[in-house]
């Protein structure tokens, strides 16, 4: 009885997931009338401009995690070793932007870095670019903190810093050759998470006027009766493969955990 | 007829048989111990009896009645288990309240109870506390107020003490001991202690791969092993091997001792056991004795363990510290004292 | 020298600190600040008053019925996944693979998501046509229209059921099956054993994962854009036009909607944080 509820409920479940995964998948082969193809893909894959936000957000993905490492990984690592006591606090922090919409955030960086103000960011387009860049960081924040602070709990912080330290290791020796590797995974983790929402961010992006594969998903979708399903498929496989790597990540290094 | 009787009792998980043909009556009001090394199947004797495992066969009977397709919820059974099991987001008074509280008594029943039950454990100021602010020691009394508030037939205690401190373990076993003989419930106790089976049971079980080896008081289990895994597992022995000189009268030598057991024993060989404590240095007041070199003195404060070879076979023996006399050095021979009465025939 | 070195200590975090209010804290109050200002600057109620109007009123109560509907429904469905899963008897297998899908599902938000539940529930979507042709269900004369509350609500579920299943499968782990014993051998059936002993321990969770849903569909704005155009009036779509193209024709306005989702998402995590300190009273 229990058993037949349960098998009931995930079935149901499933149900509920499978059908808009094959109804895109279906939509996306059905360019040519009566028979499945490919065309729309290669309609797609051959649009300039696919390749250009494409390549576009790949880029700003990689900055993002770039930028991501940067900032979480010395603060996490300074705050665990140092001051401890305001860890709540940080942790607090860098949930706030799962709570505050990113639109609201965006347009918080309109008017404060608008053309007129003390900073106008939003003046040039590298300027823009950065900003995006920013908010992109505030988005993978949580996920990024999450994972590195998880990384370095599971290593001794301390002893490993005081035994490079009397080998004679300055801070960005420690931090690259010392706390780096052993929370590669961690990041690791990390970053493809911020891949994954990155590569498929619309609001800050189209706020900006930015190039990004998000907008053009969302323009596609206005325009085309069959490419933006196979957009979607092809958003899909990248998900799931950041999600897959994320995985084998994780898994990986709860096996490393478990040999050492 | 018994209070709670298990006839025939087995359980296998798939193809591993882990219970085997089980028996046990218990009287009411009874202390019975299950004892035996971990994995060999008491805890899994427990849970049948409380329901959370169905037997592959066998009959379980508590006053007379057939439990076995009863639900743990029809079974008006008391449970204490190994990590307190508390409900951690209930107040103790609440979690000793828990049982009467399902069954819809009054409120103003259950607070009589819960106050009785706390003063019985001695926790009458902490009824308002959560569990994660007891000690170990307090929680296992409040797991044990819980279990006997809606007034059980049995009361099932699965390692209760594992969890705790050598100190707190010592006096909470007698704590547990003394509830239960003053409300004279039938309490069936799991330990892989024997210390703790031994000192407060009435009877104890020793199991052995799911068997139940002997059924007996303390000191039978202790003075009169039935088998050699009792012998073995239940304080320390020493194994003798003996020739058999005369089947009939029971007439053995051990080295180069003659002993009369006064008793038949079949074969060439027998299998002698001999608790270390039953062997004294120097022949004084016993019936015979042995000769043999020491191999090892281990100084242990009051008690000093000294190993012996007798012809080949090896004897552990104790004698008490004393300053009076020098213990034996190793390499010296000795002459020990015992009394063939003390000699356990092994079969098995 | 001694004494410097505490603010030396707090130097490490300069870089963090300078991000966050640069790039999260300083937005933010702009925006609240910006709310009780005129163009020239001035102090004023003016704006916040302009939010009670009909249309952006309706527009906050859909989006709060939306993420409310959509984070209980997420809860609810994700819970009896989960549960079913790991208590329900299921061969273990199906955890690992469920946990991960769940991961791929609950980032697979935005234009993408929309797109599928268009090609699926939409006018020529795989289900509507399917009912129609084979069973002569009518989905559009029944009422239903992707682009509605229910078909946004339906639509969100697809990142908030899998959220909830990632965040209560640990705390589902957590149950100690001694807990369950413990409360059946003292009588209790199934149902009082949920309700007095395993959802109470699990509030906090479900209570947390409310929130964070709640906000998650507070604040989604790509799927909503992507499914409905500009059709449905819900807050973060309206945001979203007035930061483009001042729909509303006062700028100051769209800081003063700005506010209200900063105001509702906040009060969303008040209320949780006072209900999960009065329901954590057990835990250290
Ligand atoms: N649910 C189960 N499924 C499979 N094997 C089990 C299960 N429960 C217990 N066993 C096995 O049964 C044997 C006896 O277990 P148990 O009764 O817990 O032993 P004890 O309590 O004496 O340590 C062990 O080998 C254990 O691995
Ligand atoms: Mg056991």
New binding site residues.
Partial sequence: MKKFAAWAILLLGVTYFVLPLIGMTEFSLSMRRGEYSFDAYAKVLADPQFRQTFGYSVIMSLMTIAVGVLLVVPTAFWVQLRLPQIRPLIEFITLLPLVIPAIVTVFGYIRLYNTSSWLPLTGSLWGTNFLLLMGYSTLSLPYMYRAVDTGLRAIDVRTLTEAAQSLGAGWVLILARVIMPNVLVAVLSGAFVTFAIVMGEFTMAALLNRPAFGPYLQLMGANKAYEPFALAVIAFAITWACMGLFQLVTRFSKHTKAAG | MSFLTIENLEKS??A?R?VKDFDLSVEKGEFISLL??????????L?MVAGF?TPSSGIIRIDGQEVVRLKPNQRNIGMVFQAYALFPNLTVAQNVGFGLKVKGTPKSEIDTRVAEMLDLIGLSDLGGRYPFQLSGGQQQRVALARALAPRPQVLLL?EPLSALDAKIRVSLRNEIREIQRRLGITTIF?T?DQEEALSMSDRVVV?HE?IADQVGTPFEIYNAPATRFVANFVGTLNTLEARVLDPASGRVTLGQTEIALNRPLPGPTATLGLRPEMVSLGRGTHDTALSGTITEVDFLGSVIRLRADLGGQSLAFDTFNTNRIAPPKVGDRVELGIDAGDLLVIEG | MRRFRPSLTWLGLLPFAAFVILFLFAPTMKIVFGAFQRADGSFTFENIAGLFTPSILSSYWISIKISVASSALGCLVGFLMAAAVILGGLPKGIRSPLLTFSGVASNFAGVPLAFAFLATLGPLGLVTVFLKTQFGINLRAMGFNILSFWGLTITYLFFQIPLMILIITPAIDGLKREWREAAQVLGATGAQYWRMVALPILFPSILGTFALLFANAFGAVATAIALTGSSLNIVPIMLFAQIRGDVLGNPHLGYAMALGMIVVTATANVIYIWLRLRAERWLK
């Fill in positions: 998980f798939g591993n882990v035996g090394p971990s994995g060999c199947g008491k805890t899994t004797v849970r495992e699965d799991v892989h199991m799911g």
